[in-house]
C-alpha cells in the first residue's frame, strides 16, 4: 500500500507542470469536450506508468544514444509546429460528437498522436532517470519481485486523478466561455505549441 502511495505521488508530480501533452489535453477538452481531453490524459497516464516500470528496470539505452536523441527531437519538433499551425489557422467547430461519429478512428487518432507526442519527448526520459535514481539511492521501493508493479499502477492513478479533476473543472468552464473566448484560448494553445517547438529547437542546435 505505501509503495502504491508512492506511485500515486510520484504520477502527480509528473503530471503537475503543464507539458506538451497536458497542453495537448486541455486543447481537446477546449476543442470537443472532456471526452476527447480525457482520452488525451488516458494514453499519457499509461504511458508514465510504462515508463516508470521500463526505467525502474533500467531499460532507457535507447534515450541515451545520440542519433536516436536528434531523430526524436525531429519528430517532436514537427508535431508540435503541426499542432501549433493547425490550431492558430484552422477554425473547426467545437462539438461533442468529436468522438461519438467514427468512435474508433477518432480514438486510435488521439492515441497514437499522444504516443508519438511522448515517446519522441526526450526530456521525459531524463524526467523518470531522475525519478529512479532517486528511488534507488534513498531505497523508497525496495526492489523486490511485483514492487515495481505496484509502483508503476500508483504512477498511472496518481497521473489519471489529476488529469480528470483538470479536465473536468475546465470542461465544466468550458460551457460558460463565449465562443470567441473559447476559440482565442484554443489558439492559445497554437501559440503554446510553437513555443515549445522553438524551445526544442534551440536545444537541439545547442546539443547538436
Known amino acids: 500500500m505505501i509503495i502504491i502511495a508512492v506511485g ?12 506538451q501533452i497536458g497542453v495537448l489535453s486541455i486543447n481537446r477538452t477546449l476543442k470537443y469536450g472532456f ?56 477554425r473547426e467547430p467545437r462539438t461533442e460528437k468529436y468522438l461519438s461519429n467514427n468512435n474508433n478512428q477518432n480514438i486510435l487518432k488521439t492515441i497514437l498522436l499522444v504516443v508519438t507526442m511522448y515517446y519522441s519527448n526526450v526530456s521525459l526520459f531524463l524526467v523518470w532517470a531522475t525519478i529512479a535514481n532517486i528511488i534507488h ?9 511485483g514492487n515495481y508493479l505496484f509502483l ?12 480528470f479533476l483538470m479536465l473536468k473543472s475546465l470542461h465544466y468552464k468550458r460551457h460558460q466561455l463565449r465562443p470567441e473566448l473559447a476559440n482565442h484560448l484554443t489558439k492559445a494553445t497554437g ?7 522553438l524551445g526544442l529547437f534551440i536545444t537541439l542546435i545547442k546539443n547538436f
Open 35 to 90: 471526452t476527447a481531453g480525457f482520452t488525451v490524459g488516458v494514453t499519457s497516464a499509461l504511458l508514465d506508468s510504462i515508463s516508470c516500470l521500463g526505467i525502474m528496470y533500467g531499460v532507457s539505452a535507447f534515450s541515451q544514444i545520440s542519433s536516436a536523441k536528434f531523430v526524436l527531437y525531429g519528430i517532436n519538433i514537427v508535431l508540435l509546429i503541426y499542432l501549433g499551425v493547425t490550431n492558430i489557422f484552422k
Open 8 to 19: 500515486i505521488l510520484v504520477g502527480i508530480i509528473c503530471s503537475l507542470p503543464v507539458g
Open 137 to 145: 539511492s534513498y531505497s523508497f521501493v525496495p526492489p523486490r519481485d
Open 152 to 163: 508503476a499502477a500508483g504512477v498511472a492513478i496518481g497521473a489519471l486523478s489529476l488529469y
Open 191 to 197: 501559440y503554446l505549441f510553437l513555443v515549445f517547438a
